[in-house]
T-cell receptor, first 114, second 109 residues
């Protein structure tokens, strides 16, 4: 398996623009997580899905952030409108529902909002 | 919430064992200890986990004290590629991983 695939790897945009980050989970993994990493706050869980359904979005910073998982093979994290403080590395991770709580992370998307 | 305490940074000579400590004095009976690492510019990578017994895999060994209040991750023969931030995480079967600040391990040639 190719692992968790995120795109794009790097994104540079201007304040006010819409940004969409994408994630393709490992086949057969029914949990999907979105994290944000910054120097100030470290690695934070934003939202996670189970069987394509959002379970906990308490980490989503504000209404400008939204996440969807239309099917088992694809998820998006959207920021609209983007702000400079959204600059961070965004990671997607997935895992199976088995006993081992092991999350597999993608390579991340480095977002810069100018 | 921070359930673990780790040293901010450590150095280790290449080829020697790296012993990374973690304190988790408030761990409850159904909580596991997980270790992940993050090499610069990459996503976190699972290393090992355990509940009560010591564990070993191809990457590392995990030693958990009998009272489960602390643990040590051991990289038996550290290489330069092991330079990374190492995170100790305590969690039950839930999904709220709290990564904290971890230990920045530098392997020195």
């Amino acid at each position: 398996d190719a692992g968790v695939i995120q795109s794009p790897r790097h994104e540079v945009t201007e304040m006010g623009q819409e940004v969409t980050l994408r994630c393709k989970p490992i086949s057969g993994h029914d949990y999907l997580f979105w994290y944000r990493q910054t120097m100030m706050r470290g690695l934070e869980l934003l939202i996670y899905f189970n069987n394509n359904v959002p379970i906990d979005d308490s980490g989503m910073p504000e209404d400008r952030f939204s996440a969807k998982m239309p099917n088992a093979s694809f998820s998006t994290l959207k920021i609209q409108p983007s702000e400079p403080r959204d600059s961070a590395v965004y990671f997607c991770a997935t895992r199976t529902s088995g006993a081992k709580n092991i999350q597999y992370f993608g390579a991340g998307t480095r977002l810069s909002v100018l | 919430d921070a359930k673990t305490t780790q040293p901010t940074s450590m150095d280790c000579a290449e080829g020697r064992a790296a012993n990374l400590p973690c304190n988790h004095s408030t761990i409850s009976g159904n909580e596991y200890v997980y270790w992940y690492r993050q090499i610069h510019s990459q996503g976190p990578q699972y290393i090992i986990h355990g509940l009560k017994n010591n564990e070993t895999n191809e990457m590392a060994s995990l030693i958990i004290t009998e009272d489960r209040k602390s643990s040590t991750l051991i990289l038996p023969h550290a290489t330069l590629r092991d330079t990374a931030v190492y995170y100790c995480i305590v969690i039950d079967t839930g999904n709220q991983f709290y990564f904290g600040t971890g230990t920045s391990l530098t392997v020195i040639p």
